[in-house]
């Protein structure tokens, strides 16, 4: 253990380096070639899932997942690909956010959530809840099958009282909104990262234990929740995290932080996390005035490591490190 939590540090510590040696870089997001029917893709949550090939998902779209390959320079190789989701009957998978990918069994299986807040209606006035916790079994062809967790919003609130209050409010008064889930293999759960509620200078995730890929997909399947608050160093501004995702090089998360509602000015943030510290390390990174990430992924190309990134204004950007991003 004393051997690989070196190697961990040291992967984490050539990553900073390179930041600091190539100076402050800002990040501009590339448009995608097409958009999802009339409007730009809201790109959320991603994960890999070939060689220079992901799927994320656009929260305004509930019903598929959507497949991007890249060339070796970064580029769009094909056109994006739509996987509808097999399974899924309208009402649960309400506003997904985020995506995981778990490897079970030699089987790529992903995790969609939804982001669990309350919006309010339009004409009725009654507040709609977002809801789902949704096993997709993925394949590199055909549609994609899907297995929904029924009751997951519901059983979270049971077993951890500390969100109930949050749980009944909109987003931008402060409620519950979570808008990224990872996958840590090394304690078997899923990591949910809140963009709200949110204190000043801190963010949280919620961590669960799963069955991920036994049977049945279903509340038994998951062990007691517990929530996670971790310092942002040197800020004092409310903070969100807008997705996170686990490196298996590194055995660290990534996580995009941004504003906790839709207004204000707080900043887009990249920062690692190790999974138990009380603290993240901010990453030498600033984005465009007019990016908005909602999803990254980290994936290797044989000699070193990029980061993918995907906007909910309908573009992506990759960055190597320690060469410049694309």
Known sequence: ??????????????????????????????????????????????????????????????????????????????RIWRRPLVGLVEGQLLDPEGLAGVEHDGENLIIAASSLCVRNGNESGRQRLSDGLVRVRYTPSGDLHTEVLDGFRAWLLTHEPSLVEAAGRVPDEGGLNVEGVAWDPRTRALVFGLRGPADAGRIAVVRVPVDAGGAPWAISSLGAPSVLRITVPKSSVRQGIRDISYDDQTGSFLIVLGRSKSTGNEPFQLCTWDGSSDEVRLLDVTFHKSMKPEGVTTFSDGCHQSILIVDDGGGYAVLDWPNRPH
Request: aromatic letters at 8%; charged letters at 25%.
């Open 1 to 78: 253990m004393g051997k690989w939590t070196a190697r961990v540090a040291a992967a984490l510590h050539s990553i900073e380096e390179a930041a600091r040696r190539f100076g402050r870089r800002k990040i501009r997001s590339t448009p995608f070639g097409e958009k999802n029917g009339k409007e730009p893709f809201n790109a959320s949550g991603v994960v890999q899932v070939g060689p220079r090939r992901f799927v994320f998902v656009d929260n305004h779209d509930p019903s598929a997942l959507f497949e991007l390959a890249l060339t070796p320079d970064g580029g769009q190789a094909e």
